[in-house]
Protein backbone atom coordinates (compact mmCIF):
# COMPACT_ATOMS: atom_id res chain seq x y z
CA UNK A 1 0.00 0.00 0.00
CA UNK A 2 1.12 3.42 -0.87
CA UNK A 3 2.29 6.23 2.20
CA UNK A 4 -0.42 8.57 0.38
CA UNK A 5 -2.97 5.53 0.71
CA UNK A 6 -2.16 4.56 4.69
CA UNK A 7 -2.27 7.86 5.79
CA UNK A 8 -5.71 8.38 4.58
CA UNK A 9 -7.06 5.45 6.92
CA UNK A 10 -9.42 6.42 9.48
CA UNK A 11 -10.25 2.73 10.90
CA UNK A 12 -8.91 -1.25 9.91
CA UNK A 13 -11.74 -4.02 10.48
CA UNK A 14 -9.76 -7.13 10.98
CA UNK A 15 -11.80 -9.81 9.61
CA UNK A 16 -11.77 -13.35 10.39
CA UNK A 17 -14.14 -14.89 7.58
CA UNK A 18 -15.05 -11.72 5.31
CA UNK A 19 -18.20 -12.44 2.81
CA UNK A 20 -17.83 -9.37 0.59
CA UNK A 21 -21.33 -9.68 -1.35
CA UNK A 22 -19.70 -8.14 -4.32
CA UNK A 23 -20.86 -9.81 -7.76
CA UNK A 24 -18.42 -12.70 -7.93
CA UNK A 25 -19.37 -13.53 -4.19
CA UNK A 26 -15.71 -13.37 -2.82
CA UNK A 27 -14.89 -14.16 0.50
CA UNK A 28 -11.91 -14.07 2.48
CA UNK A 29 -9.93 -15.06 5.74
CA UNK A 30 -8.26 -13.13 7.63
CA UNK A 31 -8.74 -9.92 5.90
CA UNK A 32 -8.60 -6.14 6.44
CA UNK A 33 -10.68 -4.11 5.59
CA UNK A 34 -9.69 -0.18 5.07
CA UNK A 35 -11.81 2.63 5.92
CA UNK A 36 -11.30 6.20 5.44
CA UNK A 37 -14.88 8.61 6.29
CA UNK A 38 -17.52 7.18 4.90
CA UNK A 39 -15.94 4.83 2.33
CA UNK A 40 -14.03 1.59 1.92
CA UNK A 41 -10.76 2.56 1.23
CA UNK A 42 -8.95 -0.68 0.27
CA UNK A 43 -9.43 -4.51 0.84
CA UNK A 44 -6.57 -6.28 1.19
CA UNK A 45 -4.94 -9.39 3.32
CA UNK A 46 -4.40 -8.80 6.95
CA UNK A 47 -0.68 -8.31 7.42
CA UNK A 48 -0.52 -7.18 11.08
CA UNK A 49 -1.13 -3.42 11.70
CA UNK A 50 2.31 -2.44 11.88
CA UNK A 51 2.49 -3.63 8.27
CA UNK A 52 1.40 -0.68 6.59
CA UNK A 53 3.13 2.41 8.96
CA UNK A 54 0.11 3.23 10.18
CA UNK A 55 -0.49 6.05 12.31
CA UNK A 56 -1.68 5.80 16.07
CA UNK A 57 -5.21 7.64 15.60
CA UNK A 58 -5.99 4.34 13.32
CA UNK A 59 -8.46 2.09 14.96
CA UNK A 60 -7.96 -1.76 14.63
CA UNK A 61 -11.32 -3.56 15.14
CA UNK A 62 -10.43 -7.07 15.59
CA UNK A 63 -12.72 -9.20 14.39
CA UNK A 64 -10.65 -12.30 13.83
CA UNK A 65 -13.37 -14.13 15.47
CA UNK A 66 -15.94 -12.82 13.75
CA UNK A 67 -18.02 -13.50 10.27
CA UNK A 68 -18.09 -9.78 8.26
CA UNK A 69 -20.69 -8.91 5.81
CA UNK A 70 -22.46 -6.11 4.40
CA UNK A 71 -25.15 -4.46 6.77
CA UNK A 72 -28.35 -6.01 6.47
CA UNK A 73 -31.36 -4.20 4.39
CA UNK A 74 -34.77 -3.95 5.49
CA UNK A 75 -36.64 -3.31 2.68
CA UNK A 76 -40.17 -3.39 4.29
CA UNK A 77 -40.93 -1.77 7.32
CA UNK A 78 -43.08 0.28 9.74
CA UNK A 79 -40.34 1.07 12.61
CA UNK A 80 -43.05 3.41 14.58
CA UNK A 81 -45.35 -0.19 15.30
CA UNK A 82 -42.92 -1.30 17.78
CA UNK A 83 -45.36 0.51 19.81
CA UNK A 84 -47.94 -2.38 18.89
CA UNK A 85 -45.92 -5.54 18.98
CA UNK A 86 -48.01 -8.53 20.74
CA UNK A 87 -51.11 -6.22 21.06
CA UNK A 88 -53.25 -8.11 18.13
CA UNK A 89 -51.91 -11.69 17.44
CA UNK A 90 -53.92 -14.57 15.69
CA UNK A 91 -56.69 -12.54 13.59
CA UNK A 92 -56.94 -12.34 10.13
CA UNK A 93 -55.63 -9.35 8.26
CA UNK A 94 -58.72 -7.12 7.64
CA UNK A 95 -60.24 -8.26 10.80
CA UNK A 96 -56.44 -7.57 12.64
CA UNK A 97 -56.15 -4.39 10.48
CA UNK A 98 -59.62 -2.67 10.53
CA UNK A 99 -60.82 -3.65 14.22
CA UNK A 100 -57.55 -3.83 16.20
CA UNK A 101 -54.30 -1.90 14.63
CA UNK A 102 -56.28 1.28 12.94
CA UNK A 103 -57.96 1.83 16.10
CA UNK A 104 -55.06 1.90 18.58
CA UNK A 105 -53.16 3.74 16.19
CA UNK A 106 -56.22 6.52 16.12
CA UNK A 107 -55.77 6.64 20.02
CA UNK A 108 -52.05 6.06 20.42
CA UNK A 109 -50.09 7.88 17.59
CA UNK A 110 -48.80 11.29 17.67
CA UNK A 111 -45.61 12.88 17.15
CA UNK A 112 -44.14 11.69 20.00
CA UNK A 113 -45.30 8.59 20.19
CA UNK A 114 -44.20 8.16 16.75
CA UNK A 115 -40.91 9.01 17.70
CA UNK A 116 -40.20 7.12 20.38
CA UNK A 117 -41.51 4.10 18.42
CA UNK A 118 -39.22 4.43 15.74
CA UNK A 119 -36.43 5.10 18.19
CA UNK A 120 -37.02 1.71 19.33
CA UNK A 121 -37.53 0.18 15.93
CA UNK A 122 -34.34 1.34 14.61
CA UNK A 123 -32.74 0.32 17.80
CA UNK A 124 -33.84 -3.12 17.28
CA UNK A 125 -32.64 -3.30 13.64
CA UNK A 126 -28.77 -2.00 14.62
CA UNK A 127 -28.68 -4.57 17.03
CA UNK A 128 -29.81 -6.89 14.54
CA UNK A 129 -27.20 -5.98 12.18
CA UNK A 130 -29.75 -4.00 10.11
CA UNK A 131 -27.81 -0.64 9.09
CA UNK A 132 -30.28 0.45 5.66
CA UNK A 133 -34.27 0.27 5.98
CA UNK A 134 -37.46 1.06 3.82
CA UNK A 135 -40.25 2.67 5.97
CA UNK A 136 -43.89 3.47 5.35
CA UNK A 137 -45.78 5.22 8.28
CA UNK A 138 -47.58 8.39 9.62
CA UNK A 139 -46.14 11.44 11.33
CA UNK A 140 -42.93 10.69 9.06
CA UNK A 141 -41.03 13.97 10.11
CA UNK A 142 -40.98 12.08 13.17
CA UNK A 143 -39.92 9.19 12.14
CA UNK A 144 -36.59 10.90 9.86
CA UNK A 145 -36.21 12.80 13.04
CA UNK A 146 -35.42 9.30 14.97
CA UNK A 147 -33.18 7.82 11.83
CA UNK A 148 -31.08 10.79 12.18
CA UNK A 149 -30.84 10.85 15.72
CA UNK A 150 -29.74 7.00 15.49
CA UNK A 151 -27.81 7.20 12.48
CA UNK A 152 -29.13 4.36 10.56
CA UNK A 153 -29.15 4.85 6.53
CA UNK A 154 -32.74 4.49 4.81
CA UNK A 155 -36.01 5.39 3.32
CA UNK A 156 -38.93 6.85 4.71
CA UNK A 157 -42.33 7.51 3.42
CA UNK A 158 -45.18 9.61 4.48
CA UNK A 159 -48.49 7.35 3.93
CA UNK A 160 -51.02 7.95 1.81
CA UNK A 161 -54.50 6.59 2.88
CA UNK A 162 -57.80 7.56 1.39
CA UNK A 163 -59.81 7.92 4.62
CA UNK A 164 -58.86 9.65 7.65
CA UNK A 165 -55.48 9.04 9.05
CA UNK A 166 -52.84 10.01 11.77
CA UNK A 167 -51.68 13.08 11.01
CA UNK A 168 -54.21 13.64 8.33
CA UNK A 169 -57.62 13.75 9.52
CA UNK A 170 -58.78 14.99 6.27
CA UNK A 171 -58.00 12.61 3.28
CA UNK A 172 -58.08 15.01 0.61
CA UNK A 173 -55.29 16.34 2.07
CA UNK A 174 -53.22 13.19 2.30
CA UNK A 175 -51.06 14.25 -1.07
CA UNK A 176 -50.46 18.07 0.03
CA UNK A 177 -49.33 16.41 3.36
CA UNK A 178 -46.84 14.12 1.06
CA UNK A 179 -45.76 16.25 -1.17
CA UNK A 180 -44.84 18.81 1.93
CA UNK A 181 -43.01 15.87 3.76
CA UNK A 182 -41.21 15.41 0.21
CA UNK A 183 -40.22 19.18 -0.10
CA UNK A 184 -39.21 19.19 3.38
CA UNK A 185 -36.57 16.50 3.92
CA UNK A 186 -35.46 15.85 -0.25
CA UNK A 187 -31.88 16.70 0.01
CA UNK A 188 -31.54 17.21 3.76
CA UNK A 189 -29.64 14.62 4.25
CA UNK A 190 -27.34 11.90 2.52
CA UNK A 191 -28.25 8.84 4.61
CA UNK A 192 -31.99 9.42 4.70
CA UNK A 193 -34.19 9.95 1.92
CA UNK A 194 -38.34 10.67 2.03
CA UNK A 195 -40.82 8.99 0.07
CA UNK A 196 -44.34 8.32 -0.69
CA UNK A 197 -46.25 5.16 0.57
CA UNK A 198 -49.42 4.62 -1.07
CA UNK A 199 -51.14 2.27 1.52
CA UNK A 200 -52.81 -0.57 -1.50
CA UNK A 201 -54.59 -0.25 -4.21
CA UNK A 202 -57.63 -0.91 -2.55
CA UNK A 203 -57.47 1.68 -0.17
CA UNK A 204 -56.50 4.48 -2.50
CA UNK A 205 -58.28 5.77 -5.51
CA UNK A 206 -56.89 5.82 -9.26
CA UNK A 207 -56.13 9.77 -8.73
CA UNK A 208 -54.62 9.28 -5.52
CA UNK A 209 -52.01 6.67 -6.92
CA UNK A 210 -51.15 8.26 -9.89
CA UNK A 211 -51.22 11.89 -8.20
CA UNK A 212 -48.99 10.01 -5.75
CA UNK A 213 -46.02 8.45 -8.60
CA UNK A 214 -46.54 12.16 -10.34
CA UNK A 215 -45.32 13.30 -7.25
CA UNK A 216 -42.38 10.82 -6.70
CA UNK A 217 -41.15 11.09 -10.18
CA UNK A 218 -41.11 15.00 -10.00
CA UNK A 219 -38.94 14.04 -6.59
CA UNK A 220 -36.37 11.36 -8.12
CA UNK A 221 -37.76 9.50 -5.65
CA UNK A 222 -38.84 5.85 -5.12
CA UNK A 223 -42.94 4.96 -4.48
CA UNK A 224 -44.15 2.72 -1.98
CA UNK A 225 -47.55 0.21 -2.34
CA UNK A 226 -48.81 -3.14 -0.47
CA UNK A 227 -49.41 -5.11 -3.26
CA UNK A 228 -51.86 -8.70 -3.69
CA UNK A 229 -51.08 -9.77 -0.04
CA UNK A 230 -54.28 -11.03 0.33
CA UNK A 231 -56.70 -12.84 -1.77
CA UNK A 232 -59.64 -10.89 -0.40
CA UNK A 233 -57.71 -8.04 -1.51
CA UNK A 234 -57.43 -9.42 -4.85
CA UNK A 235 -60.68 -10.73 -5.88
CA UNK A 236 -61.78 -6.76 -4.77
CA UNK A 237 -59.50 -5.27 -6.99
CA UNK A 238 -60.97 -8.03 -9.67
CA UNK A 239 -64.84 -6.74 -8.72
CA UNK A 240 -63.95 -3.68 -9.09
CA UNK A 241 -61.72 -2.98 -11.76
CA UNK A 242 -62.58 -6.15 -14.01
CA UNK A 243 -58.73 -6.86 -13.88
CA UNK A 244 -55.53 -8.35 -11.92
CA UNK A 245 -54.34 -5.97 -9.62
CA UNK A 246 -50.62 -5.48 -11.81
CA UNK A 247 -52.51 -4.99 -14.33
CA UNK A 248 -54.62 -2.45 -12.90
CA UNK A 249 -51.76 -0.61 -12.14
CA UNK A 250 -49.99 -0.81 -15.34
CA UNK A 251 -52.72 0.80 -16.57
CA UNK A 252 -52.59 3.80 -14.66
CA UNK A 253 -49.17 3.78 -15.79
CA UNK A 254 -47.32 3.56 -12.17
CA UNK A 255 -45.81 0.09 -12.92
CA UNK A 256 -42.61 1.40 -13.77
CA UNK A 257 -38.89 1.31 -12.35
CA UNK A 258 -39.99 3.60 -9.18
CA UNK A 259 -42.32 1.25 -7.58
CA UNK A 260 -41.34 -0.67 -5.02
CA UNK A 261 -44.25 -3.17 -3.89
CA UNK A 262 -44.53 -5.21 -0.75
CA UNK A 263 -45.69 -8.96 -0.72
CA UNK A 264 -47.00 -9.62 -3.93
CA UNK A 265 -48.53 -13.10 -2.25
CA UNK A 266 -51.22 -13.74 -5.08
CA UNK A 267 -49.44 -12.78 -8.40
CA UNK A 268 -50.28 -14.47 -11.24
CA UNK A 269 -46.79 -15.73 -13.07
CA UNK A 270 -48.16 -12.89 -15.96
CA UNK A 271 -48.18 -10.92 -13.84
CA UNK A 272 -45.10 -11.58 -12.26
CA UNK A 273 -43.49 -11.61 -15.89
CA UNK A 274 -45.02 -7.89 -16.76
CA UNK A 275 -43.24 -6.84 -12.91
CA UNK A 276 -40.04 -8.19 -14.71
CA UNK A 277 -40.60 -5.85 -17.84
CA UNK A 278 -41.28 -2.98 -15.95
CA UNK A 279 -38.54 -3.20 -13.33
CA UNK A 280 -40.90 -2.82 -10.65
CA UNK A 281 -38.93 -3.94 -7.65
CA UNK A 282 -40.22 -6.73 -4.78
CA UNK A 283 -40.21 -7.03 -1.29
CA UNK A 284 -41.03 -10.25 0.64
CA UNK A 285 -42.18 -10.47 3.52
CA UNK A 286 -42.20 -14.06 4.61
CA UNK A 287 -43.21 -13.89 8.19
CA UNK A 288 -45.55 -11.55 8.55
CA UNK A 289 -47.26 -13.45 5.16
CA UNK A 290 -47.15 -16.20 7.49
CA UNK A 291 -48.87 -15.06 10.86
CA UNK A 292 -51.71 -13.27 9.36
CA UNK A 293 -51.99 -16.47 6.82
CA UNK A 294 -51.98 -14.39 3.68
CA UNK A 295 -50.03 -17.12 1.81
CA UNK A 296 -46.61 -17.90 0.55
CA UNK A 297 -45.16 -15.52 -2.67
CA UNK A 298 -43.42 -17.07 -5.54
CA UNK A 299 -40.21 -16.14 -4.78
CA UNK A 300 -38.12 -18.32 -7.15
CA UNK A 301 -40.60 -17.20 -10.15
CA UNK A 302 -39.83 -13.64 -9.64
CA UNK A 303 -36.01 -14.53 -9.12
CA UNK A 304 -36.17 -16.51 -12.46
CA UNK A 305 -38.02 -13.72 -14.25
CA UNK A 306 -34.77 -11.27 -12.82
CA UNK A 307 -36.33 -9.44 -10.73
CA UNK A 308 -34.17 -8.17 -7.67
CA UNK A 309 -36.34 -9.16 -5.02
CA UNK A 310 -36.15 -7.63 -1.35
CA UNK A 311 -36.64 -9.12 2.17
CA UNK A 312 -38.64 -7.09 4.70
CA UNK A 313 -39.97 -7.69 8.12
CA UNK A 314 -42.84 -5.76 8.20
CA UNK A 315 -43.87 -3.76 11.46
CA UNK A 316 -43.91 -4.95 14.76
CA UNK A 317 -47.17 -5.41 15.10
CA UNK A 318 -47.12 -8.25 12.59
CA UNK A 319 -44.12 -10.55 12.67
CA UNK A 320 -43.32 -9.41 15.74
CA UNK A 321 -39.76 -8.86 15.51
CA UNK A 322 -37.50 -7.08 13.34
CA UNK A 323 -34.77 -9.61 12.90
CA UNK A 324 -33.62 -10.24 9.33
CA UNK A 325 -31.48 -13.16 10.25
CA UNK A 326 -34.44 -14.95 11.16
CA UNK A 327 -36.82 -13.56 8.23
CA UNK A 328 -33.54 -14.95 6.03
CA UNK A 329 -34.09 -18.45 7.56
CA UNK A 330 -37.42 -18.75 7.14
CA UNK A 331 -37.73 -17.06 3.35
CA UNK A 332 -35.63 -20.24 2.51
CA UNK A 333 -37.45 -22.37 4.26
CA UNK A 334 -41.02 -21.46 2.92
CA UNK A 335 -39.73 -21.78 -0.40
CA UNK A 336 -38.80 -25.50 -0.19
CA UNK A 337 -41.47 -26.40 1.94
CA UNK A 338 -44.14 -24.70 -0.41
CA UNK A 339 -41.76 -25.92 -3.67
CA UNK A 340 -41.37 -29.63 -2.51
CA UNK A 341 -37.74 -28.63 -3.58
CA UNK A 342 -35.14 -28.16 -1.21
CA UNK A 343 -32.49 -26.61 -3.74
CA UNK A 344 -35.02 -23.72 -4.69
CA UNK A 345 -33.97 -20.37 -2.34
CA UNK A 346 -30.66 -21.06 -1.51
CA UNK A 347 -28.54 -19.42 1.62
CA UNK A 348 -26.66 -17.24 -0.69
CA UNK A 349 -29.61 -16.10 -2.66
CA UNK A 350 -31.25 -15.19 0.43
CA UNK A 351 -28.57 -13.58 1.81
CA UNK A 352 -28.29 -11.68 -1.49
CA UNK A 353 -31.97 -10.44 -0.90
CA UNK A 354 -30.51 -9.27 2.43
CA UNK A 355 -27.88 -7.44 0.92
CA UNK A 356 -27.21 -6.75 -2.96
CA UNK A 357 -30.27 -6.85 -4.08
CA UNK A 358 -31.84 -4.97 -1.02
CA UNK A 359 -29.88 -2.07 -2.29
CA UNK A 360 -31.11 -2.51 -5.73
CA UNK A 361 -34.89 -2.25 -4.75
CA UNK A 362 -33.47 1.49 -3.29
CA UNK A 363 -31.21 2.33 -6.45
CA UNK A 364 -28.69 2.33 -3.79
CA UNK A 365 -26.78 -0.29 -5.82
CA UNK A 366 -22.97 1.63 -6.10
CA UNK A 367 -23.52 2.79 -2.57
CA UNK A 368 -24.34 -0.37 -0.50
CA UNK A 369 -25.00 -3.33 -0.20
CA UNK A 370 -21.34 -5.45 -0.96
CA UNK A 371 -18.17 -4.94 0.92
CA UNK A 372 -16.14 -2.65 -2.19
CA UNK A 373 -13.29 -0.41 -2.59
CA UNK A 374 -15.51 3.03 -3.04
CA UNK A 375 -18.56 2.01 -1.51
CA UNK A 376 -19.78 3.08 2.03
CA UNK A 377 -18.86 1.99 4.74
CA UNK A 378 -22.37 -0.09 6.12
CA UNK A 379 -20.34 -3.04 7.74
CA UNK A 380 -21.71 -5.77 10.86
CA UNK A 381 -19.43 -7.88 12.54
CA UNK A 382 -20.99 -11.38 13.54
CA UNK A 383 -19.33 -12.93 16.65
CA UNK A 384 -18.55 -16.67 15.77
CA UNK A 385 -17.93 -18.08 19.76
CA UNK A 386 -21.29 -19.19 20.35
CA UNK A 387 -21.91 -22.76 20.42
CA UNK A 388 -24.79 -22.44 17.67
CA UNK A 389 -22.28 -21.23 15.38
CA UNK A 390 -19.21 -23.88 15.41
CA UNK A 391 -18.32 -25.56 13.55
CA UNK A 392 -17.88 -23.37 10.83
CA UNK A 393 -18.08 -25.14 7.18
CA UNK A 394 -19.88 -23.18 4.85
CA UNK A 395 -20.32 -19.09 6.26
CA UNK A 396 -23.22 -18.40 4.30
CA UNK A 397 -25.17 -21.28 5.30
CA UNK A 398 -24.36 -20.35 9.02
CA UNK A 399 -25.48 -16.85 8.55
CA UNK A 400 -29.40 -17.70 6.93
CA UNK A 401 -29.84 -21.29 9.11
CA UNK A 402 -27.70 -20.88 12.40
CA UNK A 403 -27.22 -17.20 13.21
CA UNK A 404 -29.50 -14.85 14.60
CA UNK A 405 -29.81 -10.76 15.73
CA UNK A 406 -28.34 -11.75 18.63
CA UNK A 407 -25.32 -12.67 17.53
CA UNK A 408 -24.16 -9.33 15.54
CA UNK A 409 -21.67 -7.91 17.48
CA UNK A 410 -20.36 -4.71 16.02
CA UNK A 411 -22.40 -2.12 13.58
CA UNK A 412 -20.67 0.74 11.39
CA UNK A 413 -23.01 2.66 9.69
CA UNK A 414 -21.11 5.54 7.05
CA UNK A 415 -18.02 4.49 8.32
CA UNK A 416 -18.96 5.35 11.87
CA UNK A 417 -19.42 2.65 14.63
CA UNK A 418 -22.80 2.61 16.36
CA UNK A 419 -22.70 -0.49 18.14
CA UNK A 420 -19.40 -1.86 19.68
CA UNK A 421 -19.54 -4.99 21.02
CA UNK A 422 -22.93 -5.08 21.21
CA UNK A 423 -23.06 -2.03 22.90
CA UNK A 424 -24.54 1.46 21.57
CA UNK A 425 -21.82 4.05 21.33
CA UNK A 426 -24.19 7.07 21.66
CA UNK A 427 -27.75 5.91 22.21
CA UNK A 428 -29.33 5.68 25.77
CA UNK A 429 -31.51 2.42 25.39
CA UNK A 430 -33.09 2.62 28.94
CA UNK A 431 -35.08 6.13 28.23
CA UNK A 432 -36.38 4.67 25.00
CA UNK A 433 -37.59 1.67 26.55
CA UNK A 434 -39.25 3.56 29.02
CA UNK A 435 -40.73 6.19 26.70
CA UNK A 436 -42.49 2.83 24.92
CA UNK A 437 -43.56 1.26 28.05
CA UNK A 438 -45.18 4.70 29.06
CA UNK A 439 -46.66 4.96 25.75
CA UNK A 440 -48.24 1.27 26.02
CA UNK A 441 -50.00 2.10 29.23
CA UNK A 442 -53.29 3.22 27.48
CA UNK A 443 -53.65 0.34 24.92
CA UNK A 444 -52.53 -2.20 27.92
CA UNK A 445 -55.59 -0.85 30.25
CA UNK A 446 -58.39 -0.92 27.16
CA UNK A 447 -57.20 -4.00 26.28
CA UNK A 448 -57.86 -5.69 30.02
CA UNK A 449 -53.61 -6.61 30.30
CA UNK A 450 -52.69 -4.55 33.16
Known sequence: MSREKAG?????????????????????????????????????PWDGDKAWGLSNKVEILDASDCLVLPGLINCHTHAAMTLFRGYADDLPLKQWLFEKIFPAEAETLSPETVF????LGFAELITGGTTCFIDGYFYQDHTMTAALKVGIRGLAAQGIIDFPAPGVPDPSKNLETGEAFLEKWAGASELVRPGLFCHSPVTCSD????????????????????????????REIREKKNQAPVFYLEKLGILNSRLIAAHGVHLEEKEIEIIAQKGTKVVHVPESNMKLASGAANVPYMIKQKIKVGLGTDGCASNNNLDLFQEMDTAAKLAKVISGDPEVLDAKSVLKMATRWGAEVLGL????????????????????????????????????????AGDVRDVIINGKIVLRDKKFVALDLEEIKAKVRETAEPLKKRAGLN
Open 116 to 119: WGSM
Open 8 to 44: NIDMIIRAGTLLTMNRAMEAAHDAAVMISGKKILDIQ
Open 365 to 404: QDEIGSIEIGKKADIITVDLRSPHLQPLYDPYSLIVYSAS
Open 207 to 234: KTLKKAMEISERYGLPMQIHLSETEAEV
